[in-house]
T-cell receptor, first 110, second 114 residues
Framework: SQQGEEDPQALSIQEGENATMNCSYKTSINNLQWYRQNSGRGLVHLILIRSNEREKHSGRLRVTLDTSKKSSSLLITASRAADTASYFC??????????FGTGTSLTVIP | DVKVTQSSRYLVKRTGEKVFLECVQDMDHENMFWYRQDPGLGLRLIYFSYDVKMKEKGDIPEGYSVSREKKERFSLILESASTNQTSMYLC?????????????FGQGTRLTVV
């Protein structure tokens, strides 16, 4: 299986705090992406980082990538109750297939 | 507005039935995917198609088949549904370009096999 893993499985924080979730993957990649899923819905793309990049920012999101360790992290700063969702990392391999991690369930308490 | 549409949000089928899950995208994407999502297991790739009539197995193809007769439509077929195929099924599409693209998802079909 090329599926990755995420850590932690679940995270609960207070509004205004930062949330960090980690992802490990197994294979060579073109890029790594993070997605968000609200309960019972499809996934929505958040941010993409290429294999030759180490860090990327988008609004309150910060993503890092360490290809030597095959790992990535997603930081959400100044969290809001509306950030409550599941977050998944996905790797796009050289065959243009997407493999997703197991997900982190984030709860932001108002 | 780009869109991936799955034919049903909720579906209940009996064991042994042949089940078709349909997915249509309006973005002229070359690649289409079927995943199943189960608690604690994340999304697992069932099948992938990179062109009309072309398909590749993902991590868990057993018990499933797919059909892609037209570029915009990708169907997942459960030849004989079983209770262990009760799950959320997600369809996605993408356009590979130079390999730095995102996947667009449908809203999901929650299938229950009784």
């Amino acid at each position: 299986s090329q599926q990755g893993e995420e850590d932690p499985q679940a995270l609960s924080i207070q509004e205004g705090e930062n949330a960090t979730m980690n992802c490990s993957y197994k294979t060579s990649i073109n890029n790594l992406q993070w997605y968000r899923q609200n309960s019972g819905r499809g996934l929505v793309h958040l941010i993409l980082i290429r294999s030759n990049e180490r860090e990327k920012h988008s609004g309150r999101l910060r993503v890092t990538l360490d290809t030597s360790k095959k790992s990535s992290s997603l930081l959400i700063t100044a969290s809001r109750a509306a950030d409550t969702a599941s977050y998944f990392c996905a790797t796009e391999n050289t065959g243009n297939q997407f493999y997703f991690g197991t997900g982190t369930s984030l709860t932001v308490i108002p | 507005d780009v869109k991936v549409t799955q034919s049903s949000r909720y579906l209940v089928k009996r064991t042994g039935e042949k089940v078709f899950l349909e997915c249509v995208q309006d973005m002229d994407h070359e690649n289409m995917f079927w995943y199943r999502q189960d608690p604690g297991l994340g999304l697992r790739l069932i099948y992938f198609s990179y062109d009309v009539k072309m398909k590749e197995k993902g991590d868990i193809p057993e018990g499933y088949s797919v059909s892609r007769e037209k570029k915009e439509r990708f169907s997942l077929i459960l030849e004989s549904a079983s209770t262990n195929q009760t799950s959320m099924y997600l369809c996605a599409s993408s356009s590979p370009g130079r390999g730095n693209t995102e996947a667009f998802f449908g809203q999901g079909t929650r299938l229950t096999v009784v």
